[in-house]
């Protein structure tokens, strides 16, 4: 990655890749998401190509429950989430944010590889995080895959837009709620809990 990629990654709208990739927000939405914790996000400056970056989040300040059962019955309760997103620094930043939170996490980063995934495993799966805007399948294609496969799915979809144009014809197909990025980690753990019925 050259020098004047490295300096102009996290502005929005700036893309390394095609435009049909995406909008441009994604590096922007994950520096955001980060900052808005206290953190930081920093891209190694050693490579000559691709990229690596590494993240910082300060401690959540959440207590640790004691062991009141076996090792097994705390995995038992602990919910998973498909997360869909096309873009590598997105996923690793809101894995991140999801493991902090106590969520098991699968991950992709098309449409075809979510349904695919969530045919095999639905029963295993409780909620999806979408993104909206994706290369080939994007995200009202998914969702409307997804629903065929099982019409009570829970989906929160996201974007670096606003509730308007797509995102809003896919919300009145029924899809469970809407995030627009950044997010806080409080906004979206408060937004999970409200689409597993509290039950996060």
């Given amino acids: 990655m050259d020098e004047h990629t490295r300096q ?3 502005k929005p709208f700036f893309t390394t890749g ?6 441009g927000l994604e590096a922007a939405s994950a520096y955001g998401m980060i900052g808005n914790q206290g953190g930081d996000i920093e891209m190694d400056r050693e490579r000559d190509y691709g990229a690596a970056f590494r993240m910082y989040l300060p401690p959540s300040g959440r207590e640790i429950p004691g062991e009141t059962g076996s090792t097994a019955d705390v995995f038992t309760d602990r ?3 498909l997360l869909v997103d096309d873009e590598d620094i997105n ?9 902090l939170l106590g969520y098991s996490v699968l991950a992709v980063q098309s449409g075809r590889d979510a349904v695919g995934l969530y045919r095999q495993k639905k029963a295993l799966i409780d909620l999806v995080i979408l993104d909206m805007i994706m290369p080939g399948m994007g995200g009202g294609d998914t969702f409307d895959a997804l629903i065929e496969i099982n019409p009570h799915v829970k989906v929160v ?8 144009g797509e995102a809003l014809r896919i919300m009145e197909r029924g899809c469970s709620a809407f995030i627009q990025k950044p997010f806080r980690i409080e906004e979206l753990a408060g937004k999970l809990a409200e689409v597993l019925g509290g039950k996060s």
Avoid: A, D, P, Q
Wanted: glycine share 6%; aromatic share 6%; no cysteine.
């Fill in 8 to 10: 102009r990654i996290f």
């Fill in 157 to 164: 979809l996201s974007s670096g837009y606003s509730l308007h």
């Fill in 91 to 99: 996923i690793e930043v809101v894995r991140e944010i999801l493991e």
């Fill in 79 to 81: 919910k998973t989430i």
């Fill in 18 to 23: 095609k435009m049909e990739r995406g909008t």
